[in-house]
């Protein structure tokens, strides 16, 4: 794929979503941080569900943490792997209280040090929080990026390398969302709307739906 069909990609796909976004819902670095950490394996939906009723009562590493494991998951339990991700969001908060001023890092380094945050979290939080130019690769992306040959890869980390290399630079910061919402609403998993598609004919997949 050239530049120029890469150029022509992202156009498209910012005209088709001008406003290209997470679905979480937040307010500030922590709730988005926070929201990201219980999103893992679950659905942005599901997650707001949660968050809507959480973040009224408590929205600071301090409240949070206040809560307790056993009050956090009261709000979380309708989420995936809430055990887990209640455990590492209260040690997550106090390593904030402690160490950043309460404050969310904006650096790699730093929020990946957070107990629950991994690559991709620290992606999306430097990305949607920070305005940084970071590719945070979940299945959507993963899936887009090999389907349309824009960004090939084996992995997640040669796929995010190379979207990184790839994706023309006006287009760098609202490039996450834009494959993100893609391939959630179009190019879906197990029957892509090939059919109601904004780049059909500039996408190398092979088997095309109608």
């Known amino acids: ?10 156009q498209r796909l910012s005209d088709a979503i001008p406003e290209p976004e997470t679905e979480l819902n937040y307010s500030n670095p922590f709730e988005l941080l926070i929201a990201v950490i219980l999103s893992a394996q679950a659905t942005d939906k599901g ?7 959480l973040f009224p009562v408590a929205n600071t590493p301090e409240a949070i943490y206040a809560l307790g494991e056993e009050g956090l998951k009261e709000y979380i339990k ?4 809430f055990n887990t991700k209640g455990a590492n969001i209260i040690k997550t908060c106090k390593m904030l209280i402690d160490l950043h001023n309460s404050q969310v890092p ?3 380094k730093d929020l990946e040090a957070l107990p629950g945050v991994g690559r991709k979290t620290a992606n999306v939080v430097l990305n949607t929080a920070f305005g940084h130019p970071t590719m945070a690769v979940d299945t959507h992306i993963f899936r887009v990026s090999n389907r349309t040959k824009l960004a ?6 040669e796929v ?10 006006e287009y760098i910061i609202p490039a996450h969302h834009l494959l993100i919402l893609h391939g959630r609403y179009t190019c879906t998993a197990r029957k892509p709307r090939c059919g109601a598609c904004c780049i059909y004919d500039l996408c190398e997949y092979k088997d095309k739906t109608a």
């Open 106 to 108: 904006d650096n790699r």
């Open 47 to 53: 997650v707001n569900i949660a968050t809507n009723k």
């Open 78 to 81: 309708t989420i995936g792997l």
């Open 152 to 157: 090939p890869g084996k992995n997640v980390l």
């Open 1 to 10: 794929m050239n530049k120029q069909k890469r150029l022509e990609i992202f």
């Open 160 to 169: 995010e390398q190379k979207l990184l290399k790839n994706v023309p630079k």
